[in-house]
């Protein structure tokens, strides 16, 4: 019998490559564009193609889970405050992708800092959402009594 709120195989894999694509394709654009390490390497077109790709399989996702997965988790009680900073995060970074795009330019130095600045704090806490399902070692196993 399934867990409620387990993700079956193909939609763990589904976020996993998303979601962990979209952050890592975004961080090596912000370290080639933002802070110019290996700015040609990775300040480049391609870079960026792969990070709106990214961005589309991580919505697409983000769309698969929002019916069980979530409802499932805030029921449950356990890691809501992960989980709901992760949704929050990606409305943020929904916005401001779409801004990017579409937005006035005069808006564009503040929307880009707001994007990576809160994209890097998704990928923290997606990673530590992921961490605490496999969990930490038993520390109380190894205290001594």
């Known amino acids: 019998m399934r867990r409620l709120g387990k ?3 193909w939609q763990k894999s589904l976020v996993m490559v998303g979601m962990l694509s979209c952050s890592l394709t975004g961080s090596l654009y912000l370290l080639g ?3 110019q390490i290996e700015r040609v390497l990775f300040a480049n077109h391609t870079v960026l193609v792969s990070h ?3 961005a589309m ?3 697409l996702a983000l769309g698969s889970i929002l019916p069980f997965h979530i409802k499932a ?3 449950s009680g356990r890691k809501g405050l992960s989980g709901f900073s992760q949704l929050f995060f990606m409305l943020i970074l ?3 992708g779409g801004l990017l795009y579409y937005g006035p330019a005069e808006t564009r130095d503040l929307v ?3 994007h990576w600045v809160v994209g890097l704090g998704f990928f923290a806490t ?3 959402h992921v961490v605490i399902k496999w969990g930490l070692p038993n520390l109380q196993k190894s205290t001594v009594k």
Do not use: D, K, N, R
């Open 33 to 35: 564009h933002e802070w």
């Open 94 to 96: 929904l916005i401001t």
């Open 112 to 114: 880009i800092y707001v």
């Open 7 to 9: 993700m079956p195989s």
């Open 126 to 128: 997606f990673l530590c």
């Open 73 to 75: 988790g805030y029921q």
């Open 52 to 54: 709106g790709l990214s």
């Open 57 to 59: 399989l991580a919505t």
